[in-house]
């Protein structure tokens, strides 16, 4: 991601990981509305007759107005918690491990440009499980809307809705969605890291540039742009999946998803997507690049 750091500065694993955690905990706590507008955006099913109400939430800036109109400004941030437990393990684990996993790819002695392939790879390996519980918890959180007068919501918060889930449904359930969770994560990953560490490559041949917070900002969209057009089918049955537990499985969501919504539902929220992924990306990277510096030990 930051390119060849080892070439002129050494960091360790543990800088990196908490560089990594604390970059990814920033664009969580700054996006996140922007998050809640797209699951809600990809629980709503399609109307499917006459007589039938219209769609309650309408693009990015409708939904967010409709959620923070209804339900109050503090809505918008709901699954925060679980978001920045996620952003912690994964985050952290995710991009401290891209570097050292390239690494081991291409060979220690490796000379020169590091093949795309190589970086694909390597951003896939470190696409892991351990975060699908803290994904779970945030999806079902983000996915209870206005309730009733005097109906009780679901879950009181994070650690009750852990709790909740072990008690009602078994220990498995944390793992609601794996599935499509891991390939989801796999592909956006790649997207994200490899996407990010290419374009920055590039950008920084180009004449007159240089490795400043406009080629971090450039390479933050791009990456962000590719992770939504990539990634957004398994994201949509990801949020399903984890939204409502009627699937009987990864192939079932994605068969009635299709069938009942047709094939741009799978593009559901890509606008909210985009604009979050983008601008999460752009956070990320951005405070990566300057927290990686308090770290790195010139060499």
């Known amino acids: 991601m930051v390119a060849d750091l080892k070439s002129k500065s050494d960091i360790s694993f543990a800088g990196t990981f908490a560089s990594s955690a604390f970059a990814a905990c920033v664009a969580e706590i700054c996006t996140i509305p922007l998050d809640t507008a797209k699951v809600r ?3 709503q099913k399609k109307a499917a007759g006459d007589g039938l ?3 309650k939430y309408k693009g990015m800036l409708g939904t967010v107005g409709t959620i923070a109109r209804e339900e109050g400004l503090s809505a918008l941030w709901k699954g925060i ?11 952290g684990l995710r991009i ?7 690494s081991f790819y291409v060979g220690s002695d490796f000379v020169g440009d590091v093949p795309l392939s190589k970086k694909i790879l390597a951003a896939l390996t470190t696409a892991i499980a351990v975060a699908n519980p803290t994904d779970l918890v945030k999806v079902r959180l983000q996915a209870e809307g206005k309730l009733p007068a ?3 919501r679901r879950y009181s918060g994070a650690l009750n809705a852990y709790a ?4 009602q449904e078994g220990l498995g359930a944390l793992w609601t969605g794996i599935g499509p969770n891991i390939a989801r994560n796999a592909i956006i990953n790649a997207a994200e890291l490899a996407s990010y560490d290419q374009i ?9 540039f240089s490795d400043n917070v406009v080629t971090h900002l450039l390479a933050g969209l791009g990456a962000g742009f590719f992770a939504v057009c990539i990634g957004s089918p398994v994201d949509v049955v990801k949020s399903r999946m984890m939204g409502d537990s009627t699937y009987k499985s990864t192939l079932d969501c994605f068969i009635r998803t299709l069938k009942n919504d047709g094939p741009l539902a799978f593009y559901k929220g890509f606008i909210p997507n985009f604009g979050r992924l983008g601008s999460w990306n752009v956070i990320m990277f951005l405070t990566l690049e300057q927290a990686k510096k308090v770290f790195t030990r010139e060499v």
């Open 200 to 208: 920055k490559q590039t950008i920084l041949k180009v004449p007159g």
């Open 96 to 102: 401290g491990l891209y570097e050292p996993v390239k």
């Open 150 to 152: 005097g109906a009780p």
């Open 81 to 91: 918690i679980p978001g920045l437990h996620r952003q912690c393990i994964y985050g």
């Open 41 to 43: 955006l990809q629980l």
């Open 53 to 55: 109400p219209l769609p």
């Open 164 to 167: 909740t889930i072990f008690r």
